[in-house]
């Protein structure tokens, strides 16, 4: 059996193609991603799904689908969002569809009475990864936007908080992410020349930038768009975070730029600690389970800047499987979801 889980989110929709034997056991998985800024691309989503499957697309069995794109400004509430989005891919597959809920996979009618159920649960897909590692841990997925830090005991998802607002609340949700964060977010002075120096409240530049500029990421990795509009060039990306303090590479040397990027950088590692703090002391678990495009960057140094134990989800997954893990969970949520109903 083959699913396609799909991890919708507001930049990126994500695909992982699961392959399941007749014990349920997972005999392959293919993954993939396109960048689809759901704040004025929507209408390009089902054509999108369908690209992802690519040569896989006659050999599925059935799609499983989370989501975060519901947080879009091109919709007025979650509700209109979840409503959407899910009419959409309904209309994209003539196959079993479910969606993960608050409370686990949900089926189209059940998101027509409670789209609530949807809206940002991605994290619960990716929980019984983390469980399946360690019963007892906190697993942080930093992605391109935001950071989730989500306790499990038992091997049980245990969050205080349900939505994004009340995981904004708990420590549970951080919105920092590796690529499209507005550095302006993170810092309001940076050191230059032995002084700190205030900076513009612009979007001259983004995470992405700091990490290109520090080898943390490659170009590649850069996929969303630039505050510019410019390449992905590490060149641009140290002219981009000039302009952060209204410099430019006539008045900053490299090593100036480069001195910016990492103390912005350590400023995102603290602030992504800040909140796991707050959760690893509230739940008293010192075992920290990482994964996500920043797993290694991000995630893996808040836990070593408290002294927390630290493992990666790559014990399990591949690199590239990790950058997608909600959506590799969301297929394997599916294939239960399908058992269950025989």
């Known amino acids: 059996m083959k699913i396609a889980g799909f991890d919708i989110g507001g930049a990126n929709t994500d695909l992982a193609v699961v392959e399941f034997d007749e014990k349920g056991k997972i005999i392959n998985i293919r993954t993939d991603f396109s960048y689809l800024p759901m704040w004025n691309k929507k209408d ?101 936007t935001t950071t989730d830090i989500i306790p499990i005991k038992n091997g049980t998802e245990c969050a205080k908080g349900r939505t994004d607002l009340e995981r904004l609340a708990t420590g549970e949700l951080v919105y920092t992410g590796t690529l499209r964060t507005n550095v302006a977010t993170l810092v309001d002075k940076v050191p230059l020349k032995d002084e700190l120096v205030r900076i513009a409240s612009e979007i001259f530049a983004v995470t992405a930038d700091v990490h290109l500029v520090l080898g943390n990421i ?24 000039a302009r952060v303090v209204c410099g430019d590479l006539d008045l900053l040397s490299p090593d100036d730029v480069e001195e910016i990027a990492r103390f912005i950088y350590q400023k995102q590692v603290e602030q992504v600690a800040e909140a796991l703090e707050e959760v690893s002391g509230r739940e008293n678990i010192e075992l920290v389970i990482v994964t996500g495009l920043g797993m290694n960057i991000i995630g893996c140094e808040a836990a070593k800047l408290l002294g927390l134990e630290v ?4 014990e399990i997954l591949s690199k590239e499987d990790c950058v997608v893990a909600p959506a590799v969970g969301t297929a394997i949520l599916m294939e239960k979801f399908l058992e269950r109903g025989k």
Not at 221 to 233: F, L, V
Not at 311 to 314: A, D, L, S, Y
């Open 44 to 144: 390009e989503l089902s054509r999108t799904l369908l690209e992802l499957l690519d040569k896989d697309i006659d050999e599925i069995d059935a799609v499983g689908i989370s989501m975060t794109a519901e947080l879009a400004d091109s919709y007025q509430s979650k509700s209109e969002g979840v409503l959407d989005i899910s009419g959409m891919v309904m209309e994209t597959f003539n196959l079993p569809v479910a969606f993960v809920g608050l409370n686990g996979m949900m089926d189209y009618e059940s998101v027509q009475k409670n789209p609530q159920e949807l809206a940002a649960a991605n994290w619960i897909a990716t929980a019984p990864l983390a469980a399946f590692m360690a019963p007892d841990c906190i697993f942080i997925d930093t992605g391109s």
């Open 218 to 241: 490659t170009m590649e990795d850069y996929t969303s768009e630039t505050p510019d509009g410019e390449d992905k060039s590490r060149e641009n990306s140290l002219l981009r975070l």
């Open 311 to 314: 493992r990666t989800m790559e």
